[in-house]
């Protein structure tokens, strides 16, 4: 199993500003991912973030509005730039330990 | 890459009854299949899974089955309880190539009274 603490879990953002999401897991994991939930939406992933190396973007996410760090084998930190209302949603952390694991979530609201 | 469809989006069952929720998946080297249940304001919960070498397992009320020959996997929830009120989503990853999961939109699962 694997514990992941998330913060902040909700913010209430003006647009054109940016807002760092930080995860902290509680054991080493190869792999992080980032995942957004639209309002009564599902997952879509974001990116996955391996330590050492530049993320990993699906199609429709760009480093530029969304730049990950994973400094270390246990913390990594997804930004969220130049926010406009449309990125109001949920930021999700994970980690595949076998089993996914995740973050209680963000909730970011953008005005 | 890996495309995963779920239906339905919305089901209403009578308490006590069955639930069956279905998935297909395009990408042929998938080989884990989880099914999460999400609560209101909570983060996504593991249920139930299945690895491409079982064709089906169940877990007291809770059973999902595979065929890899069809790319399609199914959950089925029996003698269902109010608590099984969610929204449940599925989701394909191939373990040991890149361990990201791609998720289904999601069934929101309403138990009847």
């Known amino acids: 199993s694997a514990v992941i603490s998330q913060k902040p879990s909700r913010d209430i953002c003006q647009r054109g500003t940016s807002l760092t999401i930080q995860c902290q897991v509680d054991?080493?994991?190869?792999?992080m991912f980032w995942y957004r939930q639209q309002p009564g939406q599902s997952l879509t992933l974001i990116a996955t973030?391996?330590?050492?190396?530049?993320?990993?973007?699906e199609s429709g996410f760009v480093i530029d509005k969304f730049p990950i760090s994973r400094p270390n084998l246990t913390f990594s930190t997804l930004t969220v730039s130049n926010m406009s209302p449309e990125d109001s949603s949920i930021y999700l952390c994970?980690?595949?330990?076998?089993?996914?694991?995740f973050g209680e979530g963000s909730r970011l609201t953008v005005l | 890459g890996e495309n995963v469809e779920q239906h339905p989006s919305t089901l209403s069952v009578q308490e006590g009854d069955s639930a069956v929720i279905k998935c297909t998946y395009s990408?042929?080297?998938?080989?884990?299949f989880p099914w999460y249940k999400q609560e209101l304001g909570k983060r996504p919960q593991l249920i139930i899974d299945i690895r491409s070498n079982v064709g089906e397992k169940k877990d007291q009320r809770i059973a999902v089955t595979l065929n890899k020959t069809a790319k399609h996997f199914s959950l089925h929830i029996t003698e269902t309880q109010p608590e099984d009120s969610a929204v449940y989503f599925c989701?394909?990853?191939?373990?040991?190539?890149?361990?990201?999961?791609?998720f289904g939109k999601g069934t929101r699962l309403h138990i009847l009274p």
């Open positions: 990408d042929s080297a998938s080989n884990y």
């Open positions: 994970s980690v595949n330990t076998g089993e996914l694991f």
């Open positions: 973030a391996n330590q050492g190396s530049e993320a990993t973007y």
């Open positions: 054991s080493q994991v190869t792999m």
């Open positions: 989701a394909a990853s191939s373990m040991n190539r890149d361990d990201k999961i791609i």
